[in-house]
């Protein structure tokens, strides 16, 4: 008997197919991509809390592990009708647990290095915080210093300009001869603070504070250490006022005087004088007025 073909059309189905491997090849994408996307996220939060990652992560090690141990017992306390076969796939079950566990420690350890990278890092940008405060608490320091020395010595200047105008309109105002080569200095009233006469010369160094008559000696050096930096150590620069009397033979240490009256911020002016000259207090009480106990 001969087989009849049939006159109608034969139906492919490559097409259907394609769409189907198509369809299953873009949701598998789109998964892969919904994964990286995730695993994304997960590296960045614990990225960003490494103290709660570190904390999941041994939440996470402590679940599996409770896993693992009743996996064991279960396996231990199984009855004797457990196949072989169902303890083999328990043992491969708890070994990839097993697994498991030893990854999230190791996932653990890392993120409490991280961690403690982290706070190192914390404390050390703290203590540079800090030290950046310190400096910038001296420089405000110094420069509060630097002001309040400049106004002294605007002060200063200031005192020195009415005190000479004063000695130009009347010369006995301030340091004039009053006969022959002596020189009477008298206080200055006006000025607020406490005059103290500086002599220099060869036979040493000797100090007086005006209005007491009674000069005080110093001895020679005048080094750091020395009877005169000791007393100038006793002086307030804000209320006290040096007049530094040269003689012409004690121009040689007149530079070291001078220098240890800056390094002690105290204002300070220069007199010349001659080698013979008499040095008198006119702010002192005449011997009179203290015996006969009335102010001059």
Do not use: C, Y
Request: no cysteine.
């Amino acid at each position: 008997m001969s087989r009849r073909r049939s006159n109608q059309p034969t139906i492919s189905l490559f097409s259907f197919q394609d769409i189907i491997t198509s369809v299953t090849a873009i949701l598998i994408l789109i998964l892969l991509i919904l994964t990286v996307e995730l695993v994304t996220q997960s590296v960045k939060k614990a990225a960003a809390d490494p103290a709660a990652t570190t904390r999941s992560l041994a939440d996470a090690v402590a679940d599996m592990a409770e896993v693992v141990a009743a996996l064991e017992k279960a396996v231990a306390n199984a009855a004797p009708l457990v196949t072989v076969a169902d303890k083999a796939a328990a043992a491969r079950t708890a070994k990839v647990l097993r697994d498991q566990i030893e990854w999230a420690r190791q996932q653990l350890a890392d993120a409490r290095a991280v961690e403690t990278a982290a706070r190192m890092r914390a404390e050390a940008a703290t203590k540079l915080t800090q030290a950046a405060e310190q400096e910038k608490e001296i420089v405000t320091e110094q420069n509060r210093s630097a002001k309040d020395r400049a106004a002294r010595a605007e002060d200063l200047a200031a005192e020195n300009a009415r005190r000479r105008a004063e000695v130009e309109a009347d010369p006995q105002a301030g340091a004039t001869p009053s006969r022959g080569g002596e020189v009477v200095f008298t206080r200055d009233k006006a000025s607020g603070r406490q005059p103290w006469l500086l002599e220099v010369s060869a036979a040493g160094l000797s100090s007086m504070r005006l209005g007491s008559g009674t000069p005080v000696p110093l001895g020679r050096p005048a080094t750091a250490g020395s009877q005169l930096d000791q007393w100038l150590s006793t002086l307030n620069p804000s209320r006290d006022h040096i007049l530094l009397l040269i003689r012409p033979s004690g121009t040689d240490i007149s530079n070291e005087v001078r220098g240890l009256l800056r390094s002690r911020d105290i204002p300070f002016g220069v007199e010349i004088i001659g080698e013979e000259t008499v040095i008198h207090d006119g702010a002192a009480p005449s011997p009179a007025a203290d015996d006969s106990g009335e102010s001059p």
